[in-house]
Every structure is written in structure tokens, then in C-alpha cells.
């Protein structure tokens, strides 16, 4: 699959403070990708830089297969939404729409992008009156202006409720159905889980995950509880998963292990063996904000 985004060693510096550190990330083509990380962790500056908006201190970053060098041969395939929205609250969503769109000559587009984020019923009324979510969806839709292949957006889901947060969920997946490349960032997994087809995880400008979500849960420890029909077996059961390698700990009559998600045919055939019944056995996997806060933890804002 080809990339829509390519950066190799990307970094920024600020003095002393590295932003973005040595970054090496790929985003595919056609899917969302969601760019996760605690406030401060340089999601922004690496959009930033990915729109030539800043200059990377050094390292190297390919945009729809063109270096950031040239940033003017991409930018026109490129719809992006950074720093908030800013319209004419007096102005309607229309009117807003073809101000922007007379200066990129798309005004033919107009009505396309009314329909594509759901603002149609609304768009003769003045942008004051709106919602947070329709401001960001008008956002959005001006971010489409110009047809683009590939929409950068930076935390299009800040500052709205949950209704909102869904209401943009929905916006981006039907924009990915249209097979328009979403590359967009939050700093709650939360928010994205649900809609990114593949994060990408930062902390303090550098790397922590990139990859499909499944495969992120599939790499967890998950929570397993094991609890023998006998009450005295608890010790002997603990001893036999530790020397399998295991951590465990025995907790009133049962143990707690910290083992693959897929761990419970393991446990079940070791108390066997040993001739030990188990009474219970259940695993709980971790909630993505959990391995997202493991991975994050120290770094505030998760
Ligand atoms: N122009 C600048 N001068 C100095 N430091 C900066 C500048 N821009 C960003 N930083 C610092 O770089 C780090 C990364 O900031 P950045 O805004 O990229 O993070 P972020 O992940 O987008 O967080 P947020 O969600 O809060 O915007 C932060 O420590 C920030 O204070």
C-alpha cells in the first residue's frame, strides 16, 4: 500500500527542548490513522512541519511522495485544520465556505462539502449561532475545499462534548469511505479508538506505537483470575504459574496473573497437570486507555 506520509528521523528542536525526536512513521493511503499523545508530546509540531508551516531541525519527510522540500508541489492535494477554526461569525456556513473557496477557485465545491459534514439544514444561518461541533465540521469542510487526497487535522475533536466527539467520529469514517486519507490527532485514544483504522502513539517526541490497534491489544498483558476449588491449593497454584514464568499474586482464595490475553487454555492445562481444579478462570483485557497510559505514564494530559 502506498504512503500518504513518510518521515524518516524527523525532528524539531527549540533550544534545548526536542519536540519531535528522530520520528520514523508511516501513514497509509485511504485509511484513518490516528496521532495520539499526551499534551506537549509534538503531535502539533510534527503537523506543523508536515504542512511547511515550520522547518524540521533535521531528518527528512515525504508528503503524498513529495519531500517537504517542495512543499508547494503537495499542499493543494492537502486539506488541513490547525490552530481552530476561525469564520465570520456574522457570515453563514455558505458564505464563510465561498469566501474560502473564491480564493482557491473550488466554488463549485461548496455543496459537496455542506452534504459531506452534515451542515446543509444549517447553512444559511450564521456561523454565531452554531454548535462547537458544527464550527469544527465547518472546519472540516473547508478543509475540503479543495478535494483533497490526504485531510490533516489537529485535534478537530477539542473542547466538544460527547455528542459532539461523535458527530466528528462519524464525519471522518464517511471520509474515509470516500477513500480520502485521515490523518488526525487527539490526545485521548479514547476519541479515536473507535474511528483510527492504525495509530500512531507519542511521548515526548518520540515514537511509542505504530501500528494496527488489534495488533497494539494483542501485545498486552491482560488481567487473568484463577481460582482453585480448593482453597489450599492457592499457594501450590501460584508456584506452578511463576516457574512458567509468569507473575502472579495470591489474593484471598484466588491468584491474579499478568500473562497474554490467550493465557487461560495455558493456566487451565498447568492446574491439571498438577492436579488442581479450577473452580473460576476468567481474563479481562486491558482498555485501550490503560495501555495507552502505561505507555504514556509520566508524561500528564493522557
Ligand atoms: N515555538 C516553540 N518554542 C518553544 N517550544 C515549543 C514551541 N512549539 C512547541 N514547543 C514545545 O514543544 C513540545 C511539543 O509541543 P506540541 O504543541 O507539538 O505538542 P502537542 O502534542 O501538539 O500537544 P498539545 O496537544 O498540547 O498541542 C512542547 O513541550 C511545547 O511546549
Redesign the pocket.
Known sequence: MPEAIVTERLTKR??A?V??NHLDMAVPTGQVTGFV??????????IRMLLGLIRPTSGAAWVLGEPLTSAAAYLQRVGSLVDGPAFYPALSARKNLLVLARLAETVDRIEYVLDATGLRGRADDPVATYSMGMRQRLAIAAAMLPNPELLIL??PANGLDPAGIREIRKLLRALADQDITVFV?S?QLSELEQVSDRVVL?RT?ELVYQGALTDLLAGQSAQTTARPEEAGDVGALAGIIERHGWTVRAEDNQVIISAPADAAGTLNRLAHQHGITLAELHTRPPTLEEIFFDLTEGEG?A
Open positions: 527549540h533550544g527542548l519536540a519531535v499523545g499526551p499534551n506537549g508530546a509534538g503531535k502539533t509540531t510534527t489537529d485535534e490527532s490526545h507519542l517526541g494530559g
